[in-house]
């Protein structure tokens, strides 16, 4: 199929500034739930995590406890790489007086001299339910293993509201320096298990990949993301290990050099970066997750249906 040059521009077109005002709408949702169980933002404006990015954050507290929590826009709607499919954004409901810690081998949290607390997510995420189906009267709020949804309307976009312990990573501490550590998200799903991801992260080493690709990076991530769609429409079977965040990944790993090789020209910087990645199949194994943090493929199947989705692609688009 044969894209044009004006094409691919509507395809790498950011969301527009409408949508940036849901974002801060769907945290103001969450902000105004939690008033109803006695938190307060003591009359702070909701603020921008990172400039260039639709990531916004909110610090909450309990009036008749200890407990702090951070409101966090988070994914691809923060990162500016969603496309108008991707209609749900992921609002974080921290916990940030309780925090999970990961310490070098031998060492735990008494090295720090940290007091522990019976505070926990599970706690946080009934509280986030409770406050939300009272604050829209019961109508339109889901709990999911993971997450709490939100139907959406006009003046907000469905949202996810993740509830999550913040997570401390002290294991490349050595001076026992509290303050010494790689910061994430610990999520607890109601069905086990836990998983940590690192929000912060990703979105400040997406900014960073953006701006040493002369803005190319987050161009070419919304039009793949937008190629898989036609592809599927097309009749092309896209394997469920394709995910947004994984193709953002995929994308993260190509080097700088072939997003800036043709600044000018979309059509031939997809080129140069559908090439690489046909040609480094072999290195897929060592590529990072978009925060640079975990590693992105951790079986074989998983790394496969990314490799069977890049030559698809590229027979696709018919470089």
């Known amino acids: 199929m044969r894209f044009t040059e004006e094409q691919l521009e509507r395809f790498a077109s950011p969301i527009s500034q409408t949508e940036d005002q849901k974002c801060k709408n769907a945290i103001g949702m969450v902000r105004d739930a939690m008033k109803k169980l006695d938190y307060t933002d003591d009359d702070k404006e909701i603020r921008t995590y990172l400039a260039d990015t639709f990531s916004y954050a909110l610090d909450l507290r309990q009036k008749y406890t200890n407990r702090k929590i951070t409101l966090f826009v988070q994914g691809s709607y923060a990162n500016k790489t969603n496309i108008p499919?991707?209609?749900d954004v992921d609002v974080a409901v921290i916990l940030e007086s309780t925090f999970i810690g990961n310490y070098r081998s031998?060492?735990?949290?008494?090295?720090?001299?940290?007091?522990?607390?019976t505070d926990t997510v599970s706690s946080l995420k009934d509280d986030v339910e409770k406050a939300l189906k009272q604050h829209f009267n019961y109508s339109g709020v889901e709990r999911c293993d993971k997450s709490i949804k939100v139907v959406g309307n006009t003046y907000r976009v469905d949202a996810d509201v993740v509830p999550a312990y913040r997570y401390r990573d002290y294991s490349?501490?050595?001076s026992f320096n509290e303050s010494n550590f790689v910061g994430g998200i610990e999520i607890r799903p109601d069905s086990g298990g836990r998983i940590i991801n690192y929000p912060e992260q990703h979105i400040m080493s997406d900014n960073a990949k953006?701006?040493?690709t002369k803005y190319n990076f987050k161009k070419c991530v919304r039009i793949i993301k937008n190629m898989r769609e036609i592809m599927e429409e097309n009749g092309y079977i896209i394997s469920t290990n394709i995910s947004s965040f994984g193709l953002e990944s995929l994308l993260w790993n190509v080097d700088v050099s072939e997003y800036i090789r043709y600044p000018n020209t979309l059509k031939l910087t997809l080129d140069e970066v559908i090439i690489f990645l046909k040609n480094n199949t072999s290195n897929y194994y060592e590529y990072m997750e978009a925060n640079g943090i975990k590693m992105l493929f951790t079986d074989d199947l998983t790394k496969n249906s990314y490799i069977t989705f890049v030559n698809d692609l590229s027979y696709f688009y018919e470089y």
């Open 210 to 212: 953006n701006k040493n």
């Open 172 to 174: 490349r501490d050595f």
């Open 106 to 117: 031998g060492f735990s949290a008494d090295n720090y001299n940290f007091s522990s607390s």
């Open 85 to 87: 499919s991707e209609s």
